[in-house]
């Protein structure tokens, strides 16, 4: 369990300015598969929530540890998971999930090591995978900032990986400088054009985009430290009741974080995690290299108040779902502006990412727990139950 070590939070790159940096410790095991009924006791003895007997989530896989994030599922159903290196070294830090919640290391043993013999190679392991996402094209790519503990970026590491599931290879590899990813950065959640060739990064250490020219390579910063971008520390945003305070007694800041691409790829929206604001920008705007900031700025629209979240995803209604982690739901606003609750589910313990099915009918949620970690309850990690990946029927 994750109950007696200092554990960082999903998205928390913020807390670089906090001084809640964690560390990366000895390797650890494999996975511990929960198989044991959603009433696990963690070791304070106390029991996990159970499921109201009308709800639609149904498990897909469960893990006691390390923590899980991010989640992809690929046309044909393959299902991948990300477990980033905050405090333990997990064996499989970009695994594909099987039956019985199995973990195969992806896409092979060799990419998900990360230790001292390989240290002079950054650009060829995950270092600290922070999201997998399928394009509609059908490839995987994986976002790694390269900031195990979120101590800081490890030289040259930051990168976006794109993967040919039929090969299980390795097809495109593209470095994040410096420039682009400072030592306080930390690379998010990405969405990726396959079209247009471009992809969209939420950056969440400083609170910036980060936008990736896929033909060369090339990426560009934008909107840093822009107040769009920040998360906001005199909301008293709450999970479980109980507000986000890290051991320094500081309020938790996590900035731009949740990012969604809309289906005819014409739209980027995406919201700092401590914020009730969501955004959105043509990505036309985003491509153009010669808009100055100000004239970016321009091209923001402020589309009001939703729930404090933290991952995003919009249907091909432009329905946008969000992991409302502050009620333990999943939200949904309509193209109108309209907030209506999806599910609520005690089982939500921090929704965390989604992901769609090919056909759009099924919505796939990580559950991360983050605010049972020890860093949000003075050193003491209350996770009473596994880490989930849920699935639901949306209807048509």
């Known amino acids: 369990m994750l109950s007696n070590s200092f554990i960082l939070p999903a998205r928390a790159a913020a807390l670089l300015a906090l001084g809640c940096l964690g560390a990366c410790s000895t390797p650890s095991?494999?996975?511990?598969?929960?198989?044991?009924?959603?009433?696990?006791?963690?070791?304070?003895?106390?029991?996990?929530?159970?499921?109201?007997?009308?709800?639609?989530?149904?498990?897909?896989?469960?893990?006691?540890?390390?923590?899980?994030?991010?989640?992809?599922?690929?046309?044909?159903?393959?299902?991948?998971?990300?477990?980033?290196?905050?405090?333990?070294?997990?064996?499989?830090?970009?695994?594909?999930?099987?039956?019985?919640?199995?973990?195969?290391?992806?896409?092979?043993?060799?990419?998900?090591?990360?230790?001292?013999?390989?240290?002079?190679?950054?650009?060829?392991?995950?270092?600290?995978?922070?999201?997998?996402y399928a394009d509609p094209a059908g490839m995987l790519w994986v976002l790694d900032p390269a900031s195990p503990g979120i101590k800081g970026t490890?030289?040259?590491?930051?990168?976006?990986?794109?993967?040919?599931?039929?090969?299980?290879?390795?097809?495109?590899?593209?470095?994040?400088?410096?420039?682009v990813a400072p030592t306080k950065s930390y690379l998010n959640d990405v969405r990726v054009d396959p079209e247009a060739q471009y992809a969209y990064i939420t950056e969440s250490g400083i609170g910036s985009l980060v936008v990736v020219?896929?033909?060369?390579?090339?990426?560009?910063?934008?909107?840093?430290?822009?107040?769009?971008?920040?998360?906001?520390?005199?909301?008293?945003?709450?999970?479980?009741?109980?507000?986000?305070?890290?051991?320094?007694?500081?309020?938790?800041?996590?900035?731009?974080?949740?990012?969604?691409?809309?289906?005819?790829?014409?739209?980027?929206?995406?919201?700092?995690?401590?914020?009730?604001?969501?955004?959105?920008?043509?990505?036309?705007a985003l491509r153009n290299p010669t808009l100055t900031e100000v004239q970016l700025v321009a091209q923001i629209e402020d589309l009001g108040k939703v729930p404090a979240s933290d991952g995003m995803i919009l249907d091909a209604q432009n329905n946008l779902y969000l992991t409302a982690f502050e009620d333990h739901s999943i939200k949904r606003r309509t193209p109108a502006g309209k907030i209506e609750i999806v599910v609520q589910d005690p089982r939500l313990e921090w929704p965390d990412t989604f992901a769609f099915s090919a056909d759009g009918r099924t919505l796939y949620v990580a559950n991360s727990a983050i605010h049972k970690t020890a860093t949000w309850n003075q050193g003491v990690g209350r996770q009473d139950q596994p880490y989930h990946i849920f699935k639901m029927a949306i209807g048509k």
């Open 29 to 132: 095991s494999e996975p511990t598969v929960a198989t044991g009924s959603a009433r696990t006791a963690d070791s304070l003895g106390t029991a996990a929530p159970v499921a109201p007997a009308n709800s639609p989530l149904q498990v897909v896989a469960q893990f006691r540890e390390p923590q899980i994030v991010g989640v992809a599922v690929l046309p044909n159903g393959r299902i991948f998971g990300d477990f980033p290196r905050w405090d333990n070294n997990p064996v499989a830090p970009v695994a594909e999930i099987g039956p019985n919640s199995s973990l195969k290391p992806y896409p092979d043993a060799e990419w998900c090591k990360w230790d001292e013999t390989v240290r002079n190679e950054p650009q060829k392991h995950w270092i600290c995978p922070q999201s997998v």
């Open 213 to 284: 020219d896929l033909k060369t390579g090339k990426s560009r910063q934008l909107l840093a430290r822009h107040k769009t971008m920040l998360g906001d520390t005199t909301l008293n945003i709450r999970a479980d009741g109980k507000l986000l305070v890290d051991p320094s007694g500081k309020q938790g800041q996590f900035n731009a974080d949740g990012i969604a691409l809309s289906h005819d790829r014409q739209y980027l929206y995406w919201k700092p995690l401590t914020s009730y604001a969501l955004y959105r920008i043509k990505t036309e």
């Open 154 to 179: 490890v030289p040259g590491g930051p990168k976006l990986v794109k993967i040919d599931p039929a090969t299980d290879k390795v097809v495109q590899n593209i470095a994040i400088p410096a420039s």
